[in-house]
């Protein structure tokens, strides 16, 4: 698990998010979009053992529109 949380951190860093450029942050927020949209995130690893982890159908839908506006917003 730590090991996950080091790799993520290294990835995508959300303390370090405000020294993002623009087109960096537009950059991870597409790809969030997209693995949502392509049914990667959360990890099936992470679902494996969190049932509740998944998105229903509206809640993806919710989390992807809001990730466009912020992305759409930059």
Same mark, same amino acid.
């Given at each position: 698990? !730590?090991?996950?949380?080091k790799?993520? /951190? $290294?990835?995508?860093?959300?303390?370090e998010?405000?020294?993002?450029?623009?087109?960096? /942050? %537009?950059?991870?927020?597409?790809?969030?979009?997209?693995?949502?949209?392509?049914? %990667?995130?959360?990890?099936?690893?992470?679902?494996?053992?969190?049932?509740?982890?998944?998105?229903?159908k !509206? !809640? /993806? /839908? $919710?989390?992807?529109?809001?990730?466009? !506006?912020?992305?759409?917003?930059?």
């Amino acid at each position: 698990m !730590e090991k996950h949380i080091k790799n993520g /951190k $290294e990835e995508l860093n959300f303390s370090e998010w405000a020294d993002y450029s623009d087109r960096r /942050k %537009n950059s991870k927020l597409k790809s969030i979009i997209s693995q949502i949209d392509d049914d %990667n995130m959360p990890l099936s690893s992470y679902t494996l053992i969190h049932k509740n982890a998944s998105f229903s159908k !509206e !809640e /993806k /839908k $919710e989390v992807v529109t809001w990730l466009t !506006e912020l992305k759409d917003n930059l």
